[in-house]
């Protein structure tokens, strides 16, 4: 089955600073890569999410791209602030009603 | 519009007995996910469903079950609780096929 991997799984940046955050999958059939912001205490929360015939992908001040040929993903942020500071998991999914999840990186900004 | 809803939030049982924890989602999605979440760990998938009375297993099914006799409900049974079951479970939906997956905040659940 699909194997994701997530780093790092902690990240500590300056408010203001950017972050990035890197996935690579296994499965080359993967066609469809969300990425999750999850809370203390709350569930997961879609953030963004890509397709396969999409090579890059903004909203505000995150955004994700993706290289199909290297199997791998990645989350930037922009212009840190203190709300950004969660957990942050990518996944990826062939098309079937599975997605496949990283372990998470654990993201501290510091004011 | 609630969303998933999942109960309860929180709970302790002793080893041995038996729960059942409770999904309900209002958006008249398909799809319903259970997963478990332990500490610095992803998310390991434990039963899906593509519809009422339609269920599968996923990477981690032992000690559970499951049923979906209604397109809106989607309960998770643990019959002989063990301590390695202890964890945080969350239930999701989605409408389809890489679609985004809404979760529930999630039952918080220790054995001891």
């Not at chain 1, 199909?68 to 212009?79: D, G, N, V």
């Amino acid at each position: 089955g699909e194997n994701v991997e997530q780093h790092p799984s902690t990240l500590s940046v300056q408010e203001g600073d950017s972050a990035v955050i890197k996935c690579t999958y296994s499965d080359s059939a993967s066609n469809y890569f969300p990425w999750y912001k999850q809370e203390l205490g709350k569930g997961p929360q879609l953030i963004i999410d890509i397709r396969s015939n999409v090579g890059e992908k903004k909203d505000q001040r995150i955004a994700v791209t993706l290289n199909k040929t290297a199997k791998h993903f990645s989350l930037h942020i922009t212009e840190t602030q203190p709300e950004d500071s969660a957990v942050y998991f990518c996944a990826a999914s062939t098309g079937d009603y599975k997605l496949s999840f990283g372990a998470g990186t654990t993201v501290t900004v510091r004011a | 519009n609630a969303g998933v809803t999942q109960t309860p939030k929180f709970r302790i049982l002793k080893i041995g007995q038996s729960m059942t924890l409770q999904c309900t989602q209002d958006m008249n999605h398909n799809y319903m996910y259970w997963y478990r979440q332990d500490p610095g760990m992803g998310l390991k998938l434990i039963y899906y469903s593509v519809g009422a009375g339609i269920t599968d297993k996923g990477e981690v099914p032992n000690g559970y079950n499951v049923s979906r006799s209604t397109t809106e409900d989607f309960p998770l049974r643990l019959e002989l609780a063990a301590p390695s079951q202890t964890s945080v479970y969350f239930c999701a939906s989605r409408e389809g096929v890489n679609q985004p997956q809404h979760f529930g905040d999630g039952t918080r659940l220790s054995i001891l």
